[in-house]
């Protein structure tokens, strides 16, 4: 791959994390279009895993029943709720952790703004990052993959830039594997939103998606090494 399609290749790396971003954080217009694009049954073409995009793939779902798939889903209290946010999905908190949030209990896993919370709030820190989506939740979906999109456009950014040093590359990489490691948590997300939602299946199969796109993106980052 040479500079040029290296910089378009973490380009377009940004704007499918930002699509992803937006979609999780409620953004059904975003998602509405992005079906009647077609969007990600295309992109499932360029994935080696294979999961089923028949319900991203369709024309009878407007924006109100997208938003109310959401609420269902994503939104407190909505009848089959998913926590969108890492620390519900993992399994061994911090039993010291201490926050005042009145939603944290110390030592379960769950815990909101716990521990899961912190370690990804320190790689915002490291780059001046403020999420704007996700609730004000650092670890929320669609605030780590707003961040997966900021740290693929400023890599995008450094490889046009003839005067930077290559050290920003590869720190911004490093970053972003960080990141990816942490996002290991969206498998299990995947899982329960799966169980969930059995009526439409868009949401699943988005988280589906997403899954598949964070496994195969740490192997492409791996490999540009």
């Not at 899982?191 to 496994?215: H, I, K």
Request: proline residues 5%; hydrophobic residues 45%; contains cysteine.
């Amino acid at each position: 791959m040479d500079a040029v399609s290296v910089q378009e290749f973490a380009r377009a790396r940004a704007q499918l994390y930002e699509l992803l971003a937006a979609i999780f954080d409620g953004d059904v217009e975003v998602l509405q279009r992005a079906i009647g694009e077609s969007a990600f049954t295309q992109l499932a073409g360029v994935l080696p895993a294979e999961f089923d995009t028949c319900a991203l793939d369709r024309d009878d779902l407007d924006a109100e029943a997208l938003r109310i798939g959401y609420d269902n889903l994503f939104v407190v209290p909505g009848p089959h709720y998913v926590p969108p946010f890492a620390s519900a999905h993992l399994d061994d908190p911090r039993e010291d952790f201490d926050s005042d949030s009145k939603y944290h209990d110390a030592g379960e896993a769950g815990e909101l703004f716990g521990a899961s919370a912190e370690e990804v709030a320190t790689y915002y820190d490291r780059t001046g990052f403020r999420p704007e989506r996700g609730d004000g939740i650092p670890d929320h979906v669609a605030a780590e993959f707003e961040f997966m999109a900021a740290l693929a456009d400023r890599e995008a950014d450094a490889l046009g830039d003839p005067e930077d040093d290559p050290a920003t590359v590869a720190e911004l990489r490093d970053l972003q594997r960080a990141v990816l490691s942490h996002l290991g948590w969206v498998e299990p997300f995947a899982d329960e939103v799966a169980d969930a939602d059995t009526q439409e299946g868009v949401f699943a199969a988005l988280a589906g998606f997403a899954v598949s796109y964070v496994d195969w993106d740490a192997t492409e980052l791996d490999a540009r090494d």
